[in-house]
């Protein structure tokens, strides 16, 4: 057998395979050890092991077998699959309105390329419109690579960068603006351009897939359309973030950009709202909003950009035991301010208050979040908190270890003044810290509750 019909598999897989006459894209039926699996031969990523045989089920799902547990294979034929995207051109209607796509890096639609394993996105107008043509009844979308750089690596440089190409579309007239960004760190990009660009009079909404386009199982197309939606149609000219609401296909939600946070590694409906109730619900016939208190889109161009960012400022997640050289060392390294998320209503132990006396001494503004991430810093309730707040530990309301983070950073790109900084940080420009929490907004779906099972029963039948 030819080896270029092997791709990728060598070793035990690639003898099964020799032995048995099958091949790369062979239509085969696998009798092994453990079940008998009907399928498509993929190709193995370059760096994958030697040991197993990848089949995709007619399902769209793949799994792995493993090569030695192989017994027969019998070939049903051959059926090679393209997985170049289409791509069509996207039609300009002057009815529409006109939404910009920014792109940072994260996969809304793509390919796989099955050689070296990795979600090759699609991009340009003519790719997304051949993947999701849904978006051309919606409006008139032209995109731009921004960069191409997974979530984790989004910092400071893109921030400004994505900043000021928000502002420069925001200028030329668009009616929305939409970005393309991993799930992963899409809640800081939120909260860090909710600060840095202010008053927008058109919606700027970030959108991200938790599964890529080629898993049956995607939210790459739903979330893609409504994003857009609320770009080109929304009335709300805020930073938004466009994913997934319940576990079901059935609708999108709208979260503030600083009230919004990732929740769970997996579940396409990982972005909850903390701390309040999400802006609005979206799916392709409408938008319903959920609260009235918003900015509402207007039909002027200004927008307020001011992309300051201090790097020296970190998170200190506090946990018992900490050490006070855990201060010290942070501060010695010449950081400028800290945020604490602290225990309970915002707490530290008593070993620790030399260090952090000796940090704000050497001028590092610190400010205390709640590892609860629901409720508020309340450090007068306690000895502990009164007595942290007389070392110059700054209590932050509500507002979330993350959001927190990001607005000291803008902040001290500002200003070192300490009576500013406070100033700056305990005024809200985008609700990252609220007056009140929603009574009907904390709620956990225990498993198994029978009160939350009835519930749920009474909604999805």
Known sequence: MAE???????????EVLRRHGASVWSEVEIESSKGSFRGIILPRSETSDDRHIVLKL??????????????????????????????????????????????????????????SGAVIPAFSPGELYGSVPELADICNLTTEKLFGVFSENMGPEQYKVLANRIGEAIANGVHGVVIGHGTDTMHHTSAVLSFMVQGSPVPIVMVGSQRSSDRPSSDAAINLINAVKAAAEGDIAEVLVCMFGPTSDEYCLLHRGTRVRKMHSSYRSTFRTIGDTPLAMIDPKRIRALRSEYHRRRTDRQVKINTAFEEKV????????????????????????????????????????????????????????????WGYTQMYVYE??????????????????????????WTLGQTDDRDEVARIMLTPICDETTDREPYNGYLIYQGAIPEIQKFLRSVHR
């Open 4 to 14: 270029k019909t092997l791709q990728g598999y060598r070793g035990i897989g690639a």
């Open 58 to 115: 007619s399902s769209g799902y793949n799994i792995g077998i493993t090569a030695d547990s192989v017994v027969g294979i019998t070939i049903q034929g051959r059926r090679e699959a393209h997985y170049k995207i289409p791509e069509k051109q996207f039609p300009v209607d002057p009815a529409k309105p006109n939404v910009i796509l920014l792109g940072t890096g994260g996969t809304i639609a793509s390919r796989l390329d099955y050689r």
């Open 314 to 373: 970190t998170i200190l997640y506090y946990y018992p035991n900490m050490l006070p050289d855990m201060v010290d060392a942070i501060v010695e390294k010449g950081y400028r301010g800290i945020i604490i998320a602290g225990t309970g209503l915002g707490h530290v132990n008593k070993p620790l208050y030399p260090a952090l006396e000796r940090a704000t001494a050497a001028g590092v503004h610190i400010y205390m979040t709640v590892q609860t991430l």
């Open 384 to 409: 502990t908190g009164r007595e942290i707040m007389k070392l110059g530990v700054v209590p932050a309301a509500n507002m979330l270890p993350e959001v927190a983070y990001m607005k000291l950073c």
